[in-house]
T-cell receptor, first 112, second 111 residues
């Protein structure tokens, strides 16, 4: 599927290296954050989430860091693989069952 | 679980025709969201429902767009009449408490 606007930030990394994708969120009242991965022709896929009462959460090969002081979110991918190539979106919301506000996305390109 | 199901996956229609997009949310989820994605504007929320009730439709572009959720397992997004600028990928997502899960999308082309 199409991803985002013409000026999508791009991060290129060598296979096996670690990747760090950053996101600045807008609403200081947001208390829940999600990282999504979108591959070409597919819908956004949930990767990992974090609530505002945490500053770090780890999954399989992925870690999300939250810095509420500067309203910054990052996604770290360990040992990046070609299958990690996609557009990554951060999203924020305040309370449950309300719409997510999506960032513009970052394109990750893995060089084999 | 089959995840969020959308149909059709691709739709090509002529300007002026009616288009209906369909969505089946994940069973047990009580919120449903319709998004539109384009190269220029990214992901835009069109409308969302909680417990089958429309909560916020401020993202619906104009009166040509309408959405319904007659029951917890089905929703439609209708465009009538369609215009070339409606060409985009339309996503449906559902959620339980917090995380939203997206369907595969419907790629709409209006010629």
């Amino acid at each position: 599927g199409e991803s985002v606007g013409l000026h999508l930030p791009t991060l290129s990394v060598q296979e096996g290296d670690n990747s760090i994708i950053n996101c600045a969120y807008s609403n200081s009242a947001s208390d829940y954050f999600i990282w999504y991965k979108q591959e070409s022709g597919k819908g956004p896929q949930f990767i990992i989430d974090i609530r505002s009462n945490m500053d770090k959460r780890q999954g399989q090969r992925v870690t999300v860091l939250l810095n509420k002081t500067v309203k910054h979110l990052s996604l770290q991918i360990a040992a990046t693989q070609p299958g990690d190539s996609a557009v990554y979106f951060c999203a924020e919301t305040h309370s449950g069952n309300t719409p997510l506000v999506f960032g513009k996305g970052t394109r990750l390109s893995v060089i084999a | 679980d089959a995840g969020v199901i959308q149909s059709p996956r691709h739709e090509v229609t002529e300007m002026g025709q009616e288009v209906t997009l369909r969505c089946k949310p994940i069973s047990g989820h009580n919120s449903l969201f319709w998004y539109r994605q384009t190269m220029m504007r990214g992901l835009e929320l069109l409308i969302y429902f909680n417990n089958n009730v429309p909560i916020d439709d401020s993202g619906m572009p104009e009166d040509r767009f309408s959405a319904k959720m007659p029951n917890a397992s089905f929703s439609t997004l209708k465009i009538q009449p369609s215009e070339p600028r409606d060409s985009a990928v339309y996503f449906c997502a559902s959620s339980g408490l917090y995380e939203q899960y997206f369907g595969p999308g419907t790629r709409l082309t209006v010629t």
